[in-house]
């Protein structure tokens, strides 16, 4: 049971470059989560879905893109890379919603992400 | 901006010693969750205590909670090497599906 995957493990961009990374969870969640972490300010929500076809903006959504076309994949764009967005980003998925009771995030190992 | 912030940022002790880090928030809110952070993985998720519970444990680990002041506390008993690692707050508040983070407590445990 491979949990949370995520493709690639780094990357490195030149400014204007556009990349997809790929969330794969083969638990059967309902929610998915995209967040990046930066040091010193822990993580920040991105976007996230709450299921198949259906995205919404996080806390940062702005120079992202997601796409929930199938459960079990959640992909994060960039349209045009910035150095602002080197980051770590990290995938997370969950049975149901925060709004239930005794709910927990399940995370990737994370893509490390450097924009030139 | 951030709902929890950890205290101390940073902190170094021997191995088989207690370990407490604390963390405050800002707004009222459902349930606050602690997870731990390897150096280079992702986040795994240690306990979690709804806002109308005062204090849980599991194993080695003792989670409090006071509303009242918004803050929590993690204790980690007889510490080991393998606890080395990134220790996260996070809360979520009523009707709203974003989990927030706080900044992190870097735990270092001596042998």
Redesign the interface.
């Known amino acids: 049971n491979a949990g949370?995957t995520q493709t690639p493990k780094f990357r490195v961009l030149k400014t204007g470059q556009s990349m997809t990374l790929l969330c794969a969870q083969d638990m059967n969640h309902e929610?998915m989560?995209w967040?990046r972490q930066d040091p010193?300010?822990?993580?920040?929500?991105i976007h996230?879905s709450?299921g198949e076809g259906t995205t919404?903006k996080?806390?940062v959504p702005d120079g992202y893109n997601v796409s929930r076309l199938k459960k079990q994949n959640f992909l994060l764009g960039l349209e045009s890379a910035a150095p602002s967005q080197t980051s770590v980003y990290?995938c997370?998925s969950s049975q149901t919603?925060?709004?239930a009771?005794?709910?927990?995030?399940?995370?990737?190992?994370?893509t490390q992400l450097s924009v030139l | 901006s951030q709902q929890g912030e950890e205290d101390p940022q940073a902190l170094s002790i021997q191995e088989g010693e207690n370990a407490t880090m604390n963390c405050s928030y800002k707004t009222s809110i459902n349930n606050l969750q602690w997870y731990r952070q390897n150096s280079g993985r992702g986040l795994v998720h240690l306990i979690l205590i709804r806002s109308n519970e005062r204090e849980k444990h599991s194993g080695r680990l003792r989670v409090t909670l006071d509303t009242s002041k918004k803050s929590s506390s993690l204790l980690i008993t007889a510490s080991r090497a393998a606890d080395t690692a990134s220790y996260f707050c996070a809360t979520d508040v009523f009707g709203n599906e974003k989990l927030t983070f706080g900044t992190g407590t870097r735990l270092t445990i001596i042998p």
């Open positions: 949370v929610y989560y967040y010193g300010m822990g993580l920040r929500l996230y709450v919404a996080g806390e990290f997370a919603g925060l709004a009771t005794n709910e927990k995030l399940f995370f990737g190992s994370g």
